[in-house]
Nanobody, 125 residues
Framework: QVQLVESGGGLVQAGGSLRLSCAAS????????MRWYRQPPGKQRELVAG???????TYADSVKGRFTISRDNAKNTVYLQMNSLKPEDTAVYYC???????????????????WGHGTQVTVSS
């Protein structure tokens, strides 16, 4: 069984920083794409940042220049460094990944649509 486990959320003042981590566990061959989403209170879930296994990244316009996504492929872990935090960054942050479980002569095996349990980030003004 595979799972994603986030950590690193908390309460911080505006202008402060937090670092989120998300570790994927289980029998995993590789993780081509890892992402962070967030869901602010009363709003829909939105993509914050994504990173491919080769390192290319994408960011929501609202976090460009303030957030940095990175990953450690050997640890199946993705990070989100959040700087210059604003009250509008307050949300539950979720890790997402499609997991390649196996690859061989007979084909590939995937576990898709994997979400972490979420970690609360609260930014006070």
């Amino acid at each position: 069984q595979v799972q994603l486990v986030e950590s690193g959320g908390g309460l911080v003042q505006a202008g402060g920083s937090l670092r989120l981590s998300c570790a994927a566990s289980g029998r995993i061959f590789s993780i081509p794409d890892m992402r962070w989403y967030r869901q602010p209170p009363g709003k829909q879930r939105e993509l914050v940042a994504g990173i491919l296994s080769a390192g290319s990244t994408t960011y929501a316009d609202s976090v460009k220049g303030r957030f940095t996504i990175s990953r450690d492929n050997a640890k199946n872990t993705v990070y989100l460094q959040m700087n210059s935090l604003k009250p509008e960054d307050t949300a539950v942050y979720y890790c997402y990944a499609d997991l390649l479980l196996d690859r061989g002569p007979s084909g590939t095996s995937w576990s898709n649509n994997n979400w972490g349990h979420g970690t609360q980030v609260t930014v006070s003004s």
